[in-house]
């Protein structure tokens, strides 16, 4: 639609109401308001123009003052679903204005004090429709919608010729040029709010990536943390039988070496992965990794920091490190999500070994205080998901019905599935 003649066809013709944008953001607003404000509108704009028409036309043109009103109040009710028919019905009650005001009665219908020119109420509904679709064409289509605008403001100018001279003319031209001006800014700006939150969903969506990425590498390095331990204590103990056990045969003796050199390796090649995910200025980590025996000290170090905790936890002998870990950092996030999103409730958590596996439920109510603003970026419930991935069971987070919120995990337990 790059030439005039191609748009202008668009315009009158082949174009749609679907070829055009949704409307903006602010017409969404209230049922009641819209009809509030649109009969309110109708009802003075229908009065305006019956009382300027019949005195215009005289009594005998009332089939032709009702065919001119319905034009003019039908596009207002049509620009939000259907925009470019809302235009060409207002240009069409615009062209049955400007052959209208060739014929004046020879009398006068109404007295002096309402207007003689009906022309400037039959505009009034048309300006802002022209404006409004101009906001929702897309590149190439306001051209044409601008050329019929441009065409009836000079032939309305021609027909007040007798009556006011240019001045018509060059008021009409302005109008619709400004009306024209404030359409073309309307679409700029709702563009330009369409690219910033294209723009913000990007930069969300990097986030999450980039968070879930980060997670994953603490992740790998706890998991080097645990594997590196046990390998460490295979090398040594293979290395040291055959002092510590008595009688070890030569062939023994090689095949512990083997051993341990298989697991030096190992743990060799797993520094190395772990390293492309460290970052490059982090200090590696020499602290012993957490796990269910360190649950009380974290939810007493909580309980200091006000928040009211419901425990009941229990420790079992047979759940693996790298579990215990991953049930560690996950009460971790939990409890750190109730205290920033549901400050001043009581949080219940509960830890049991069942059958199926180890069992996770943190619950907390609705909030009692307005929750202070965080600069978080939400990515702890993304970091429970991703250790429950690596050590395999099932969780559901969600709010609850009274307005607080729920964390249940179940972490497999090696050996329990296929027990």
């Known amino acids: 639609m790059d030439s005039f003649g191609a748009s202008l066809g668009w315009a009158l013709l082949t174009g749609r109401d ?6 903006a953001a602010w017409w969404r607003v209230p049922v009641w308001i819209k009809a509030v404000l649109a009969g309110s509108s109708l009802a003075i704009l229908v009065g305006l123009t019956y009382g300027t028409w019949a ?3 005289g009594g005998a043109s009332v089939p032709l003052i009702f065919f001119l009103l319905i034009l003019q109040i039908l596009p207002p009710l049509l620009v939000v679903k259907r925009p470019l028919t809302a235009v060409r019905v207002a240009a069409a009650g615009m062209v049955g204005a400007i052959i209208a005001i060739l014929f004046p009665a020879d009398y006068a219908l109404f007295g002096p004090t309402l207007s003689d020119w009906p022309l400037q109420v039959q505009v009034l509904p048309y300006l802002p429709v022209l404006a409004l679709t101009l906001a929702r064409t897309k590149p190439g289509q306001g051209k044409g919608i601008s050329i019929i605008a441009v065409t009836l403001a000079v032939a309305v100018g021609i ?4 009556r006011a001279g240019t001045k018509t003319l060059v008021w009409s031209l302005l109008v619709v040029a400004a009306t024209i001006v404030a359409g073309y800014g309307m679409q700029q700006r709702r563009r330009a709010l369409e690219q910033a939150d294209a723009a913000e969903r990007t930069t969300v969506e990097e986030r999450t990536k980039r968070a879930t990425l980060q997670e994953r590498a603490l992740i790998a390095r706890e998991l080097h943390d645990i594997i590196g331990h046990h390998l460490s204590l295979i090398a040594l103990r293979t290395d040291s039988a055959r002092y510590r056990v008595p009688d070890v045969s030569e062939a023994a003796a090689e095949e512990f070496h083997a051993i341990g050199v298989a697991a030096r390796e190992a743990l060799d090649e797993a520094r190395r992965l772990v390293g492309v995910l460290r970052d490059a200025d982090a200090e590696p980590e020499h602290e012993p990794q957490p796990g269910l025996a360190e649950v009380p000290t974290l939810i007493e ?9 419901r425990a009941d936890i229990s420790s079992e002998d047979d759940v693996p490190a790298l579990v215990e870990l991953a049930a560690y950092r996950i009460l971790q996030e939990a409890l750190s999500n109730a205290a920033r999103h549901s400050p001043g409730s009581t949080v219940d958590v509960t830890v049991r ?4 596996g180890l069992a996770i439920l943190v619950e907390n109510g609705p909030p009692s205080r307005p929750a202070a603003p965080t600069a978080g970026d939400g990515t702890g419930l993304a970091g429970i998901a991703e250790r429950v991935t690596l050590i395999g069971g099932t969780h559901e987070t969600g709010p609850r019905a009274d307005g607080g919120f729920r964390v249940a995990v179940k972490l497999d337990l090696p050996g329990v599935r296929d027990a």
Do not use: K, N, T
């Open 18 to 23: 679907a070829d055009l944008e949704p409307p």
């Open 301 to 309: 170090g909580c309980r200091a920091s006000g928040i009211e905790i």
């Open 55 to 57: 005195r215009y036309l």
């Open 353 to 356: 070994r069942e059958p199926d």
């Open 159 to 162: 027909a007040q010729l007798p």
